[in-house]
């Protein structure tokens, strides 16, 4: 589904400078693909096709200047995006014999409840769906899944919910997991959660959630 290894493509460096004191060698297809790579939060092949098609043409390159800051590009050409992460998983690297931390470039947010509720249901939507099928949601129906874990929360409904619109918010306008659609209130979940999830992560987090869930019905 993803690809592992860059596509077999030629870098050929810039002849001309793109301003006066430009000592850059990409061209400018390219760097601007390597801008949106690292503005995030993905690039999209339908919605972002000339981005798109610069990864493809020049990945070799734009691979080697993303590891020289600590980044790994991944590319899935079946869900048509492209996207950085961490290089080697946030994992330390071994230098030296000595175990050294991985600088942090990409922007880190702190999930709530309800965020990772929503994630749950999403990446389990994903798990039941083929590979390059579409997975749609309804905004009731993701309500109604983190209204499940309320307890975890706060036990007062209205304030619940409007954490919950604002965790909706977040999923579509900040982290690009969820897409509207040409319907009202339904959603097109990101492929994307399928790499940053697997599902021993999937399934270690519903069993917490399970753990959390008994503990406040026993405290009840």
Do not use: C
């Not at 870098?11 to 001309?16: A, E, S």
């Not at 430009?22 to 919605?47: C, E, I, K, M, N």
């Not at 899935?76 to 996207?83: P, Q």
């Amino acid at each position: 589904m993803s690809t592992t290894q860059p596509h077999s493509t030629q870098h050929t460096p810039v002849d001309d400078k793109l301003w006066e004191s430009d000592t850059g060698t990409l061209s400018f297809d390219s760097r601007r693909a390597l801008a949106q790579l690292l503005q995030g939060p993905l690039v999209r092949a339908r919605q972002q096709p000339h981005i798109w098609h610069a990864i493809l043409t020049d990945e070799t390159a734009l691979r080697s200047r993303l590891a020289d800051i600590f980044l790994d590009l991944i590319v899935d050409e079946d869900a048509g995006i492209a996207f950085t992460r961490t290089a080697n998983g946030g994992a330390p690297l071994s230098l030296g014999g000595k175990e050294v931390e991985v600088p942090k470039v990409l922007r880190t947010k702190t999930m709530t409840i309800i965020d990772t509720a929503l994630l749950l249901y999403m990446r389990t939507q994903l798990g039941l769906a083929a590979p390059g099928e579409r997975v749609l949601v309804d905004a009731e129906e993701l309500r109604d899944n983190a209204r499940l874990y309320r307890r975890l929360e706060d036990r007062d409904e209205s304030t619940f919910d409007k954490r919950l619109s604002a965790s909706l918010k977040r999923m579509i306008t900040d982290y690009a997991l969820l897409s509207p659609t040409e319907t009202d209130d339904r959603y097109e979940v990101s492929p994307v959660l399928r790499h940053l999830f697997d599902p021993q992560v999937v399934e270690g987090i519903r069993a917490e959630f399970t753990q959390l869930l008994e503990k406040t019905t026993t405290e009840d």
